[in-house]
């Protein structure tokens, strides 16, 4: 089986913990970065609710919350309009302990014409609307979930001076989060059905339940022996998969690991899992200007090794 053929870059990309949103501000106070234009000379506490939505020039929606006794803090976040419109709990919590929130919704051709950059840079066109309207803020935090959490790195690194701190819940680089799905549908095939023609990448939107159908069909009855099981587990190993997770219900309990036998499980589940997510949700990295992933001059002995699953905390 060929691989996939590109350069991997050797970036590094950059992470951020996730850490309770008072301590960030708290940090984020306490640190030096690059002065910001001086905040207006008034009373945060006494802004009455206001609200401002419309769409960018490139069709993004946004809209702005700002809350009666504002503290000065912004919350920016990718999802910020789908969160307010439907009362979402991170809305709800943010407005009612006092912060603005702001941001965008997600694109509605996202599914075929994902554009990281422009998620990124709609975040910014927010924050000078915002800076507009109501002056600079005390505080700027931008916030994201997902692939929210992925614009949030994405942000910090790219705009450091827009922003005091970032909190990226469940955040990866997409570069990076395709290529591990590439590593896992890679060694899943190469172990358990090397002469297939099951699909890695080029998936497109419209074939994704095919391709996750035709995964289901290899994985079901691989997990019905030893040797399958094992394969399985190893491809984990290869792509860094979780020891214990789960994408669909129902989710399994927490393994206990003194027992192999439930550590086994839930290892082999977070791969079926995460194998046939990868399948259904490639066409997102290969649009439009064709396949994101590569793994030539890619050493998976050196995975391997690195893969020190007894040593994880379940």
């Known amino acids: 089986m060929k691989k996939i053929r590109k350069r991997r870059s050797g970036r590094i990309v950059s992470t951020l913990a996730v850490v309770p949103l008072l301590l960030v501000a708290e940090a984020c106070s306490s640190a030096s970065p690059p002065a910001p234009n001086p905040p207006p000379t008034r009373d945060y506490t006494t802004t009455a609710p206001q609200e401002r939505s419309g769409v960018l020039p490139n069709g993004a929606a946004y809209q702005i919350s700002v809350p009666a006794g504002w503290n000065g803090t912004i919350i920016n976040d990718l999802d910020a309009v789908d969160n307010i419109r439907g009362k979402g709990p991170q809305s709800k919590f943010f407005l009612e302990h006092g912060y603005a929130y702001s941001g965008t919704s997600r694109p509605p051709d996202r599914d075929v014409n994902y554009d990281p950059h422009v998620e990124r840079d709609n975040q910014v066109k927010v924050l000078d609307i915002f800076e507009a309207a109501f002056g600079a803020p005390k505080h700027t935090i931008q916030f994201g979930c997902s692939g929210g959490g992925g614009v949030a ?3 910090a690194e790219a705009y450091p001076d827009r922003v005091d701190g970032a909190i990226s819940v469940s955040g990866a680089e ?4 395709s290529n591990q799905r590439l590593d896992l549908l890679f060694a899943l095939k190469a172990l358990l059905a090397p002469d297939s023609d099951l ?10 339940v095919k391709a996750q159908t035709a995964w289901r069909s290899v994985l079901e009855p691989a997990q019905q022996n030893d040797a ?19 994408v669909y219900s129902p989710y399994l309990e927490k393994p206990n690991p003194n027992d192999p036998g439930s550590v086994q499980q839930a290892m082999v589940r977070s791969v079926v899992d995460a194998a046939v997510y990868s399948a259904g949700i490639r066409y997102l990295y290969d649009n439009p200007a064709g396949v994101m992933s590569w793994n030539n001059g890619i050493d ?11 040593g994880q905390v379940l």
């Open 153 to 155: 790195l994405a942000v």
């Open 300 to 310: 998976y002995n050196k995975f391997y090794a690195n893969a020190d699953v007894t």
């Open 199 to 208: 699909p890695i990448v080029g998936i497109s939107f419209e074939d994704r």
């Open 174 to 177: 997409p570069v990076v989060k």
């Open 228 to 246: 399958g099981r094992a394969h399985i587990a190893l491809a984990g190993a290869l792509a860094q998969a979780p020891t214990w997770g789960g």
